[in-house]
């Protein structure tokens, strides 16, 4: 008797381990649906930039032996022209992070990816052309100034974001399939970005002979606009190229002692990055 009813039960206990494993299995494929996908890429960027007014101001009345002269000063450049530098010849001979390089870091909140949020990182290098001729106007020391004045790093000043205008902005994204392989493992889609966040700049300033380059900090904002394609490859691989169109207002740029800057500009950015992607 005891014999005959092992059999049912050894059964019963193996139909119950398998339906408790095909159920725990459901219920990881629903859980994995119903999360979405993180995502990290690396990549580079060329950039454009507007002209801008740039106005220096200490009221320290510091002395500044090299000059002679209390540093007092309260006057702005007018039209400055500004440049990039890419570094892509310096890249092969140091490290990754010397040619202006972004990254971002990205979740895509449902199993369609198609919205998502997304902290964006432009390292752009804005380096103020040297040898222009541009308007200044204002007080340097106890003269007033109010005239055409050749911008020289030698006798007067030298300007630059080399260290980064650093944009960091938190991304609003929306992806949109436009083509997808028979075998769905290749798929191409437009990207579209809106975000809002600090310029975190390191800025290099010689000023009436005086050179430094000081410390990361945060100057301002930055808001802009990204859009463009981005072709994804069995799932866990993508490249992505972008136009990126931002207004930066830095309103409390570090220069010598306890001097400051203010300027503001329109910059234009072509990116190419390469990531990957870890659905949940």
Request: charged share 20%.
């Amino acid at each position: 008797m005891k014999s005959h009813l092992r059999v049912p039960a050894v059964a019963v206990l193996l139909l119950l381990l398998v339906s408790s494993s095909f159920a725990q299995e459901i219920v990881t494929k629903k859980t994995k649906r119903a999360k979405g996908t993180f995502y990290g890429s690396w990549g580079y960027n060329r950039d454009w930039f507007s002209k801008s007014d740039i106005h220096f101001r200490n009221n320290s009345g510091e002395y500044n032996p090299v000059t002679g002269n209390y540093d007092y000063y309260d006057f702005t450049i007018y039209n400055a022209k500004a440049t990039d530098r890419d570094g892509f010849k310096a890249m092969l001979h140091t490290d990754l992070t010397i040619p202006q390089y972004v990254y971002r870091l990205g979740y895509y909140f449902n199993n369609k990816k198609d919205l998502g949020i997304e902290i964006n990182f432009d390292h752009a290098k804005y380096i103020m052309s040297d040898w222009q001729t541009l308007h200044v106007k204002g007080y340097i020391s106890d003269q007033y100034i109010d005239k055409d004045t050749m911008i020289s790093p030698e006798t007067f000043m030298h300007f630059e974001h080399s260290d980064g205008a650093n944009f960091m902005m938190l991304n609003i994204m929306k992806r949109q399939r436009l083509l997808t392989s028979k075998n769905n493992k290749h798929w191409l889609s437009a990207v579209v970005k809106f975000g809002f966040g600090p310029v975190i700049p390191r800025t290099q300033v010689t000023l009436f002979g005086q050179d430094l380059n000081n410390r990361f900090h945060i100057a301002g904002y930055v808001t802009g606009m990204e859009a463009g394609l981005r072709y994804d490859a069995f799932k866990h691989i993508y490249l992505e190229y972008t136009a990126k169109g931002v207004f930066a207002d830095y309103r409390n740029v570090l220069v010598l002692g306890s001097g400051k800057a203010h300027h503001h500009f329109w910059a234009f950015e072509n990116i190419l990055t390469l990531g990957f992607q870890f659905p949940l």
